[in-house]
Nanobody, 129 residues
């Protein structure tokens, strides 16, 4: 069993920055990868970022490249998401997720919610204009 708890977020002014953190506990030794997703009001949950559990390869939803940065803190067992130059359209509930088993199809499937096995409860980020 794996447990994820997101923190950070809140109310941020447009143009500002904030950092989200996802604390991962439980059977973390066998994890394969982690992802961040978000769900804006009235929209489907969408992919934000991906990172291998060993902190290697990482990538982002195309429109977020350059503004968002995902990282992993091995000492704290957290997966962090730094968000810069925030826009009102970034307002959403942000979720982290992890996958247990390795997959050779990670490049194509990791942008989908079904790729992941465990999810956090989400944390709200509201960007004011």
């Amino acid at each position: 069993q794996v447990r994820l708890v997101e923190s950070g977020g809140g109310l941020v002014q447009a143009g500002g920055s904030t950092r989200l953190s996802c604390a991962v506990s439980g059977h973390t030794d066998s994890l394969f990868a982690a992802g961040w997703f978000r769900r804006a009001p009235g929209k489907e949950r969408e992919f934000v970022a991906f990172i291998f559990w060993n902190g290697g390869t990482r990538f982002y939803e195309d429109s977020l490249e350059g503004r968002f940065a995902v990282s992993k803190d091995n000492a704290k067992n957290t997966v962090d998401l730094l968000m810069n130059m925030l826009k009102p359209e970034d307002t959403a509930v942000y979720y982290c997720a992890v996958r247990l088993e390795g997959s050779t199809k990670w490049a194509t499937q990791s942008r989908t919610v079904d790729f992941y096995d465990y999810w956090g409860q989400g944390t709200q980020v509201t960007v004011s204009s």
